[in-house]
């Protein structure tokens, strides 16, 4: 069965800083991963999607790596702002069950001025 | 419409009356989604839709929920004799593709059972 977990669960920096946020999963046959930001009390916005065949994903100051084999992904921050302030989940499609997502149950960041 | 939409953004019921959600998806997006995020949880799969059809039921947690989409487009989620444990964000999702590309979601409806 496939598990998603992310570390840290809650993290606090201060402006500027550089981050990396954490997701691994338990089976590594997965169609693509994707990372989404949910704001408190909103729905999720969808950041970055990695296909399988992909290593990484860049938007902005915004990266994401994929390691298959050893089921990891991480998110990059570059130059954090007070309003990446927010809940960043990550979420697995899993091969063969290509309709529903697994969510980790999220790294809530505060970035501090 | 631009964005998903989800009504009621907020809706307290007390224990045992019905409920009704309603998803409203991007235009022109064939798959639909419903998931179910408990407080300090991320989202839990509960069904999706390609069309009319519900292409996979099997993260409904029992017999007291279904969900319909009659012409492809509007989604309702119905949950019969509510109870306690139902409270969570009821959130919605659409894709323009059945085999998931990226998932759009809306803000979600928030159940509170008393």
């Known amino acids: 069965k496939q598990e998603v977990t992310q570390i840290p669960a809650a993290l606090s920096v201060p402006e500027g800083e550089n981050l990396v946020l954490n997701c691994s999963f338990t089976?590594?046959?997965?169609?693509?991963l994707q990372w989404f930001r949910q704001d408190p009390g909103k729905g999720l916005t969808s950041l970055l999607l990695?296909?399988?065949?992909?290593r990484e994903q860049t938007s902005g100051r915004l990266n994401a790596s994929l390691d298959k084999s050893s089921g990891r992904s991480t998110l990059y921050i570059a130059a954090s702002q007070p309003g990446d302030s927010a809940t960043y989940l990550c979420?697995?499609?899993?091969?063969?069950?290509?309709?529903?997502?697994?969510f980790g149950t999220g790294t809530r960041l505060q970035v501090f001025p | 419409g631009a964005g998903v939409s989800q009504t009621p953004s907020n809706k307290v019921t007390e224990k045992g009356k019905y409920v009704e959600l309603r998803c409203d998806p991007i235009?022109?997006?064939?798959?639909l989604y419903w998931y179910r995020q408990s407080l300090g949880q991320g989202p839990e799969f509960l069904i999706y839709?390609?069309?009319?059809?519900?292409?996979?039921d099997s993260g409904l947690p029992n017999d007291r929920f279904f969900a319909v989409r009659p012409e492809g487009s509007v989604s309702t989620l119905k949950i019969q004799r509510t109870e306690r444990g139902d409270s969570a964000v009821y959130l919605c999702?659409?894709?323009?593709?059945?085999?998931?590309?990226?998932?759009?979601f809306g803000e979600g409806s928030r159940l509170t059972v008393l």
């Open positions: 999702a659409s894709s323009s593709t059945s085999d998931t590309g990226e998932l759009f």
């Open positions: 089976d590594s046959a997965i169609y693509n």
């Open positions: 990695i296909q399988s065949s992909q």
């Open positions: 979420a697995v499609n899993p091969f063969g069950n290509t309709d529903k997502l697994i």
């Open positions: 235009s022109g997006h064939t798959a």
């Open positions: 839709f390609q069309g009319t059809g519900a292409a996979d």
